[in-house]
T-cell receptor, first 112, second 115 residues
């Protein structure tokens, strides 16, 4: 049973560029949540997708957007990258009962 | 708004000994879940243990157990027979027991197991 997968594992971008991160949920899960984890801190909730719609959103600017596909996989897009966007981006998936979120290995983004 | 506090930024324990990590939280909710997640240097966030607030019995998973004090809003993690592989960041986390909610994480405790 495959767990949550994310790609790429590492990414280097420059300020002002745009980036797309990808996530495939655990088999049987239909909900995907994205988190940003700055170095030395706990993850912060960005948004959550269910049935291809954004269901909840944390305190992140509109530069952060996402998408969920019919197969439940998801993308996180960040426009106009800032140095402060450098972080580990974690994707988590959960099933219909929403009891527990399972995390992927993350994508490390470095903005120069 | 819910908050999660972990007052111990760093801890260490001798191999085979027992260690307890502390966590407190603040919420006005009555139905919720509490979690401990482990994040080793490989950075994969791994679920260690989950507690449903409506259950009085403390959760246990092998060497890991919790002390859940709902009235005090306290949720500590005890690791028995510590192993080198337990070295990691440990995050205490909260989630409301409603549909489609987010997980709120504490700042983490860095645990080092010393041979």
């Amino acid at each position: 049973d495959a767990g949550v997968t994310q790609s790429p594992t590492h990414l280097i971008k420059t300020r002002g560029q745009q980036v797309t991160l990808r996530c495939s949920p655990k088999s049987g899960h239909d909900t995907v949540s994205w988190y940003q984890q700055a170095l030395g801190q706990g993850p912060q909730f960005i948004f959550q997708y269910y049935e291809e719609e954004e269901r909840q959103r944390g305190n992140f600017p509109d530069r952060f957007s996402g998408h969920q596909f019919p197969n439940y996989s998801s993308e996180l897009n960040v426009n106009a990258l800032l140095l402060g966007d450098s972080a580990l981006y974690l994707c988590a998936s959960s099933g219909t009962l929403q009891e527990t979120q399972y995390f992927g290995p993350g994508t490390r983004l470095l903005v120069l | 708004a819910q908050t999660v506090t972990q007052s111990q930024p760093e801890m260490s324990v001798q191999e085979a000994e027992t260690v307890t990590l502390s966590c407190t939280y603040d919420t006005s909710e009555n139905n919720y879940y509490l979690f401990w997640y482990k994040q080793p240097p490989s950075r994969q966030m791994i679920l260690v243990i989950r507690q449903e607030a409506y259950k009085q019995q403390n959760a246990t998973e092998n060497r890991f157990s919790v002390n859940f004090q709902k009235a005090a809003k306290s949720f500590s993690l005890k690791i028995s027979d510590s192993q080198l592989g337990d070295t990691a960041m440990y995050f205490c986390a909260f989630m409301k027991r409603t549909s489609y909610d987010k997980v709120i994480f504490g700042p983490g405790t860095s645990l080092s197991v010393i041979p």
